[in-house]
């Protein structure tokens, strides 16, 4: 514990040095961090010839960044997708970001694949490439061949990955500690959460058997497509530290020369691709988070091939919605409609003013309604949807930012492959599906069982509440904190909250009043049936219905501002 600590302060010591080399004096002198500077290590702030402060602040950061390592990095590339965290000017200079990280040699690897798979080479491979085909900050890849003649790509972690990135970790932990005041008031609201997210997301990908997973997923989700093949990973043959997957051959989506040698149509081919992306999203909830044009590879035959699924992302059936609902509602020139699904989106808000959220929304809607198709762009789009998340600091899931930064992506190869490329009008049927889906009978009567059973949950644990209640008040153990910005706005929430809490119970009671009459005996003749149910149950439905109707009303009349 104690070298972990001295490591540790050593490491602060030395961010400090580069903080203040690149004029960050502030992000030291005004935090804990100052009682680690001694004064004669006071640093001239210059980068080469160039004072730093001819730099913007953005781009000091970057370089920031660059000195303090590849797990920094990393966090910097995690967060450039992040953005309903950070303003647009340092997302911009963190995707500038590249990890160029030396291999290690070929030997290490080796060793490090026999500990692994409990072989030696020649026991699993005929023939085993020394020059490694790429390398990064986590571990590398090399080509082989198995036994059986079948080729494939294996990925080896590095030696000390795991323990460098564990210790960087910590490191980030504790300065978040020391610099947490600071970086709340330069906007950055949640720094704790975001080193916590990072961290899962650091362990998760030091973990190659979860990226073997999301292979295994998407040949599975994918078996029947023709235009579309996932390699497939040998999961029997690898660990947490190697994998070994199928080696795909092909060529770059966007080589636009060998897919007409090939006699391919790259228009074609564009169409495709963007059709395989968007069902992922919109179909599955669950899609390939990095298709830049080393990772799509095309066939001779045309057929579409991801490799590397590292980072995947996901949504629920409801994000799902709601992500749609914001291009329709946008198609449709309806700022009200983007609002509330922006609302429906975001894992928390707190828009102190909905009118001006909406006038953003419609301004957007009135900059892009008058452009022509062929003059629409979804990177400009893009930066505008995140610029309003992150100036009304919407917290969204982060897969939608994936997915924004994907789309961007996939349209500048789209452009490349075909002139008159068009991302919103492959977007558009996928949205009008979804809505269908939504209000299909089958979705709207889940939505109703889960109600149901929410309502019947708190039916039940509401007698044990208010007894609690009344037994803490009977013994004066009560206590309401509260802070007052005038009664009247109290008294208005009071009101709703009581209205809202008996309607609520109305129609708990109808729901159970309804139950209840299934367990009746009627005589015959005297008691209508409706698809095998008494009339006196679908009148009790009925008016559960009613009541659920008028709560879902005040809610929406609640959210007008």
């Known amino acids: ?10 490491r602060i010591r030395q961010v400090v040095e580069v903080l203040l080399r690149y004029g960050f004096e502030d992000a030291v002198t005004s935090t804990a961090l100052r009682r680690l500077v001694p004064d004669r290590r006071r640093q001239t702030w210059q980068h080469g010839d160039q004072p730093v402060f001819e730099m913007s602040r953005w781009e000091r950061v970057r370089m920031v960044i660059e000195e303090l390592g590849p797990t920094f990095i990393k966090l910097a590339q995690v967060l450039s997708n992040r953005a309903d965290l950070l303003p647009a000017e340092l997302v911009a200079e963190f995707e500038k970001l590249q990890s160029n990280v030396p291999p290690f040699p070929s030997d290490e690897a080796k ?6 798979i409990g072989q030696p080479l020649a026991e699993v491979f005929s023939e ?5 085909l790429g390398s990064a900050s986590i571990g590398q890849v090399h080509k082989a061949r198995l036994l059986d003649g079948t080729d494939v790509v294996v990925k080896v972690q590095r030696p000390t990955a795991r323990e460098k990135i564990t210790t960087d970790l910590a490191l980030l932990r504790e300065l978040v500690k020391l610099t947490g005041g600071y970086l709340r008031k330069h906007g950055l609201g949640n720094p704790q959460d975001i080193v916590e997210a990072f961290e899962r997301s650091m362990m998760q990908e030091l973990d190659y058997s979860s990226e073997a997973r999301a292979m295994e997923q998407f040949r599975k989700l994918y078996a029947d497509y023709q235009t579309f093949y996932v390699p497939r990973p040998y999961r029997e043959m690898s660990t947490s ?18 897919l007409l040698r090939w006699k391919l149509d790259p228009a074609i081919v564009a169409e ?51 992500f749609a609902g914001v291009f329709i509602s946008m198609g449709q020139q309806d700022a009200r409609g983007m609002a509330l699904n922006f609302r429906r989106l975001a894992l928390t808000s707190d828009i102190q003013d909905m009118r001006a959220f909406e006038a953003e929304l419609q301004q957007l809607i009135d900059d892009f309604a008058g452009l022509d198709v062929k003059e629409m762009s979804m990177s400009a789009l893009a930066e505008r949807l995140q610029g309003v998340i992150y100036k009304f600091k919407l917290q969204v899931p982060g897969s939608v930012f994936l997915i924004l ?3 961007v992506i996939l349209e500048g190869i789209g452009k490349v492959l075909h002139p008159a490329f068009n991302t919103f009008e492959f977007v558009r049927p996928y949205g009008r599906r979804l809505v269908l889906e939504q209000y299909s009978v089958n979705n709207v009567t889940t939505e109703l069982q889960h109600t149901g059973q929410q309502l019947l949950a708190l039916f039940y644990t509401l007698p044990t509440d208010l007894r609690q209640i009344v037994r803490k008040l009977s013994k004066g153990d009560l206590r309401v904190q509260a802070q007052l910005g005038g009664y009247a706005p109290l008294l208005r929430t009071a009101e709703r909250l009581v209205s809202r809490g008996i309607i609520t119970m109305l129609a708990v009671a109808f729901l159970l009043f309804s139950g209840l009459t299934l367990l009746g005996r009627y005589p015959a003749g005297q008691m209508p049936y409706y698809h095998g149910l008494p009339g006196v149950t679908w009148w009790g439905l009925g008016a559960t219905g009613f009541w659920l109707m008028v709560l879902f009303i005040l809610t929406i009349r609640r959210e007008r501002p």
Do not use: W
């Open 405 to 407: 930064r994907a789309l």
């Open 241 to 258: 530290k190697v994998l070994i997957i199928e080696f795909v051959s092909g060529c770059k989506i966007t080589d636009k020369e060998q």
């Open 128 to 132: 085993f490439d020394d020059e490694p």
């Open 272 to 322: 495709t691709g963007m059709d395989i992306y968007l069902t992922q999203i919109f179909e599955f909830g669950i899609f390939h988070a990095d298709p830049h044009p080393g990772n799509v590879l095309v066939r001779p035959d045309g057929t579409i091939v991801l490799i590397d699924f590292g980072m995947v992302g996901r949504l629920t059936k409801q994000q799902k919605y709601a």
């Open 1 to 10: 514990m104690f070298k972990n600590t001295m490591t540790n302060l050593g």
């Open 111 to 116: 060793r490090i694949i026999e500990a692994e």
